[in-house]
């Protein structure tokens, strides 16, 4: 095989690119993966794993400051900023080597450089051909950049300030965070940072946070969260304007026909995320893409070019996928198997994705919300109870949140669960195998849970069609 011809060309070399080259490895295949900026992608770079990690920290802070037991002192635990940088640095390195750069042998190469398609089977990077038999895109998503007037004339921060070896990594703790938009990102990291001691306003421009896709419980929550501990949330709040005014970033927002300023040392929009499919020459494949730059593919990850696949952040919503990590670390390894398979093709499967947001407390989700299951032509049982009727959460005087469970009202099989509350990123893991093998109320509660345990939150849940919750007595049906 001459060096610049491959089995499978991958472009990107996060989870899903690797989860493909692995694949095409175990099929006997010699695959190169193309990175522009780091090898691993976004998750273990810039996302997932360092904000994980300094959400954990100022998790520490917070709790030694306020402890929520009578009898527990709070004490002032002292912040060296740079050196809460460096150990994420070292985590991020350590992750790096292990999980990505050390997979890279003689059937799995990577070329460094920004990629473009040349035709359907080769690509160019930094003056290098490199030619496919089959070919994935793999190159993931970035932060939107919304218009703004006066936007592309201000410093401002993206979800990148958490990268590790680049120039934009946020270095120095600012004393005052303004943030565009209300997502899961501007969630975890505005409390992170007003616990690390940074003054943080939110503006979104919904009625609410977690507007869209959420149960509305789920961000009338965390909003209550927010608001006992300090952080300044406006809805409503169209932003217009941004401006440089000496040492400060100054938005100017209209909420409910009324002009306000709002001032910060650093601002940060995280107004969501795109595919990036718009610098690869993509038009040269003659591959589709929808209005949302979203590549158009089936379900099993072909697009309109028989010998190109798609899979991760590329695809966006397309076979009801989810811009989430493992879904895109799964997909790149049907995608690649798909490629090699002989017609002897695997679907693959979004009807169950759970998916979780680290705040302090956790929101976790799976399935449909009640709007959702009601959309789709279920008749909806949908109850929702506080935290405060979870033993559990008694028990460690954290009644923070809720949990709604939704499912229907003729059959039972439940459609969806939304918590609020602690440990409900590792919670929502028994509702979504759950909701795989369409488990129905009663199978949540016949099944025997620890107690105490946060878990408990779905059978007292699923309890509550039948019975008051309130007067349940320990362990009791």
């Known amino acids: 095989m ?34 522009e900026r780091i090898v691993g992608g976004t998750c273990v770079n810039r996302g997932c794993l360092p904000s994980k990690n300094l959400i954990e920290a100022a998790k520490l802070l917070h709790d030694a400051r306020h402890p929520r037991y009578p009898g527990l002192n709070s004490c002032s635990m002292e912040l060296d ?34 990629v473009q398609f ?40 993206t979800s990148d300030l958490l990268t590790v070896d680049e120039e934009v990594e946020l270095t120095e703790l600012p004393k005052s965070l303004l943030i565009v938009g209300g997502g899961y990102i501007s969630l975890e990291l505005g409390q992170m940072f007003h616990r690390f001691g940074t003054d943080v306003k939110i503006l979104e421009r919904n009625s609410q946070l977690l507007a869209h896709g959420y149960e509305p419980e789920v961000g009338q929550a965390i909003g209550q969260v927010f608001a006992e501990e300090g952080i300044e949330v406006v809805t409503d709040a169209s932003v217009n304007a941004v401006r440089q005014a000496d040492h400060e970033v100054v938005a100017t927002a209209t909420i409910n026909g009324t002009e306000r300023e709002y001032r910060a040392e650093k601002l940060l929009v995280a107004t969501g995320r795109r595919p990036n499919t718009d610098r ?23 697009t309109s070019v028989p010998h190109i696949f798609a899979a991760g952040d590329v695809v966006g919503l397309q076979a009801e996928s989810q811009m989430a990590t493992p879904v895109g670390s799964q997909d790149g390894g049907i995608a690649a198997r798909n490629a090699f398979s002989n017609g002897k093709l695997r679907a693959v499967d979004h009807r169950v994705i759970p998916r979780c947001i680290f705040t302090d407390p956790q929101i976790a989700v799976v399935g449909m919300t009640e709007e959702m299951a009601v959309a789709a032509g279920h008749q909806c049982w949908c109850n929702t109870i506080p935290m405060s009727l979870v033993p559990r959460a008694g028990a460690i005087r954290d009644t923070r949140g809720m949990i709604k469970m939704v499912a229907d009202a003729e059959t039972n099989e439940v459609l969806g669960v939304s918590m609020v509350g602690a440990d409900a990123g590792e919670v929502i893991h028994e509702a979504a195998m759950g909701l795989r093998f369409r488990a129905k109320l009663h199978d949540f509660i016949d099944l025997l849970h620890v107690y105490p345990t946060m878990a408990e939150a779905l059978k007292i849940a699923a309890i509550s069609k039948y019975k008051d919750p309130a007067k349940l007595s320990c362990c009791a049906e």
């Open 2 to 35: 001459d060096k610049n011809n491959y089995d499978l060309v991958v472009l990107g070399s996060g989870s899903t690119a690797f989860a493909a080259a692995l694949a095409a490895q175990e099929l006997g295949k010699i695959a190169v993966m193309t990175e």
């Open 81 to 114: 900023f740079s050196a809460l940088i460096a150990q994420k640095s070292d985590v991020v390195h350590g992750y790096r080597e292990k999980k990505y750069e050390s997979l890279i042998d003689g059937r799995i190469h990577i070329e460094q450089g920004h």
């Open 118 to 157: 040349i035709d359907p089977h080769t690509v160019e990077i930094n003056g290098k051909r490199l030619t496919g038999e089959k070919v994935l895109i793999a190159t993931g998503s970035r932060p939107v950049t919304p218009y703004i007037e006066g936007l592309d004339q201000v410093p401002y921060l």
């Open 280 to 302: 690869i020459g993509i038009e040269k494949t003659g591959i589709s893409v929808n209005e949302r730059s979203e590549i158009k593919v089936d379900e099993y990850l072909r």
